[in-house]
């Protein structure tokens, strides 16, 4: 009978945060996927566990996936841990697991420390529909199109982002929402120094322009008013509106068509493409 794949989530920051049952699944595992050894070694030590560990990382998922997985064929139960947090979740691990469905492998996901989620509840912002956006592209183009896509979304929006990134990443934003969306900062959640810092974007761009932050950050933005509170535009209204802004306002059209996509949600290039016909 074929063995077991377990997701065990590992604390963000703080230790205490290990769940008894992520210690027992650790211990009862025949072996350990780990994203770097060198840093599960040391949850390891902490538990007075040592068990047999293979590395499973962003690089070697096509050759190390693929001997996990005959390693639960042949019945051993697996656990698998990444530097922190939830595995598979901007993490190692969605490829494993999507190897091991398609197997017929059980996958038993234990619930656990997450960022998002974590700093979704603390946000102060609506929790009841939200989207997760991982970490915005280093690639411009392939950035820009992903916050594109972003312009009308009416739900909560959360991002990951590095220190180093987050002013970059805070122009975009404000390009992109307007200086005046609120947002919620989160910094090394469950560590020594957390900090939340509820804002808006046009302000924490501010804060953290004049001061580098250091810690790892989630970013949680409010999403766009409901279409319902803006004046609901047939698709002749929208295109006549973006002329206006480009004739009246002298936007350049692609910006125009761009603004009205986002009050509409009518698509940004079927928009420019009728407005450059009239
Ligand atoms: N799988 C992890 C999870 O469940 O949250 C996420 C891993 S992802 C590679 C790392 C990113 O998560 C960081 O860049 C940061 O955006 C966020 N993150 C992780 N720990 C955090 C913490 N203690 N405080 C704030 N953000 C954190």
Redesign the pocket.
């Known amino acids: 009978m074929a063995g077991t794949l377990y997701l065990v989530?590992t604390p963000?920051?703080n230790l205490g945060d290990l769940s008894p049952r992520a210690a027992e699944t650790l211990a009862a595992a025949d072996f350990i996927a780990a994203e770097d050894t060198r840093v599960s070694v040391k949850i390891l030590n902490h538990l007075g566990l040592k068990k047999p560990m293979v590395s499973y990382y962003r690089h070697n998922t096509e050759t190390s996936g693929p001997q996990i997985l005959q390693r639960l064929l042949a019945g051993e139960d697996c656990a698998l841990v990444?530097?922190?947090?939830?595995?598979?979740?901007?993490?190692p691990g969605e490829e494993l697991v999507a190897l091991c469905v398609e197997a017929g492998v059980t996958v038993v996901s234990l619930p656990g420390?997450?960022?998002?989620v974590?700093?979704l509840a603390a946000s102060g912002l609506p929790t009841g529909r939200f989207t997760f956006e991982g970490?915005l592209a280093m690639n411009k183009k392939n950035r820009r199109e992903h916050l594109d896509s972003l312009r009308g979304e009416t739900r909560t929006m959360i991002f990951?982002?590095?220190p180093h990134k987050l002013v970059s990443t805070l122009t975009d934003l404000v390009e992109t929402f307007g200086p005046d969306r609120r947002v919620a900062l989160?910094?090394?959640?469950?560590?020594l120094h957390?900090e939340i810092v509820r804002t808006t974007l046009g302000q924490a761009l501010e804060r953290y322009r004049e001061q580098p932050p250091r810690?790892?950050?989630?970013l949680v933005v409010e999403g766009a008013a409901p279409v319902e509170d803006a004046p609901v535009l047939t698709l002749e209204q929208a295109v006549e509106r973006v002329c206006t802004l480009y004739e009246g306002q002298h936007l350049p059209m692609k910006e125009a068509a761009r603004q009205v996509a986002a009050e509409t949600g009518f698509q940004k290039k079927e928009l420019y493409r009728l407005a450059v016909q009239r």
Do not use: H, Q
């Open positions: 989530p963000i920051g990444t530097d922190a947090g939830t595995p598979a979740i901007s993490d420390p997450c960022a998002l974590t700093a970490f990951y982002e590095a989160c910094r090394e959640l469950t560590k957390e810690g790892e950050f989630v």
